[in-house]
T-cell receptor, first 114, second 112 residues
Framework: GAGVSQSPSNKVTEKGKDVELRCDPI?????LYWYRQSLGQGLEFLIY????????KSGLPSDRFSAERTGGSVSTLTIQRTQQEDSAVYLC????????????FGPGTRLTVL | SQKIEQNSEALNIQEGKTATLTCNYT??????LQWYRQDPGRGPVFLLL?????KEKRKERLKVTFDTTLKQSLFHITASQPADSATYLC???????????FGTGTKLQVIP
């Protein structure tokens, strides 16, 4: 079946603009994760969804970042008033069950804020 | 504070040799540890999971060890090939939490 997909694959925006990043998890996967990866850095956890609820938002860097998940499937990560330091690759992953077991990653969205 | 350490320096080895990558952690009591592979421009791909009560796990040319006393996992690739060149990430669960935390990864280069 299809893997995790993300769109757009690349996004270039101007400082101060809002952006929306989309993640389509593997069908039937309950858990969904968003990470950020800056150049040469590890994965920085942003937020985790269990179904449509987000029990762990501890990684969101600021109140400019928000995420939602509808229908237990598609998720969007929104960054308002983007800053240059938001430039990174945003990765989405899904896993079948409640526990943080094997995660299946999408290809990521490369965000560049000019 | 909780910390996961992987060698940030790239590891260069000759084709055919065994590559060994290290993942050390502090202030964790993980129930399990995972290893992922990441190629440039792509998301990580799961390789192996080892649980706290397992000392060693194998999958084809891959072997992972998990020493909860030393707080260390070793990841071995035997008979390495240039196609094994990638960044390898370890990830630990935080017991009781529904997420894993990733290390920064070690870049492996297998030289023909």
């Amino acid at each position: 079946g299809a893997g995790v997909s993300q769109s757009p694959s690349n996004k270039v925006t101007e400082k101060g603009k809002d952006v929306e990043l989309r993640c389509d998890p593997i069908s039937g996967h309950t858990a969904l994760y968003w990470y950020r990866q800056s150049l040469g850095q590890g994965l920085e956890f942003l937020i985790y969804f269990q179904g449509n609820s987000a029990p762990d938002k501890s990684g969101l860097p600021s109140d400019r970042f928000s995420a939602e998940r509808t229908g237990g499937s598609v998720s969007t990560l929104t960054i308002q008033r983007t800053q240059q330091e938001d430039s990174a690759v945003y990765l989405c992953a899904s896993s079948p069950r409640l526990a943080a077991d094997t995660q299946y990653f999408g290809p990521g969205t490369r965000l560049t804020v000019l | 504070s909780q910390k996961i350490e992987q060698n940030s320096e790239a590891l260069n080895i000759q084709e055919g040799k065994t590559a060994t990558l290290t993942c050390n952690y502090t202030n964790y009591s993980p129930a399990y540890l995972q290893w992922y592979r990441q190629d440039p421009g792509r998301g990580p791909v799961f390789l192996l999971l080892i649980r706290e009560n397992e000392k060693e796990k194998r999958k084809e040319r891959l072997k992972v060890t998990f020493d909860t006393t030393l707080k260390q996992s070793l990841f071995h690739i035997t008979a390495s090939q240039p196609a094994d060149s990638a960044t390898y990430l370890c990830a630990l669960d935080a017991r009781g939490y529904q997420k894993v935390t990733f290390g920064t990864g070690t870049k492996l280069q297998v030289i023909p």
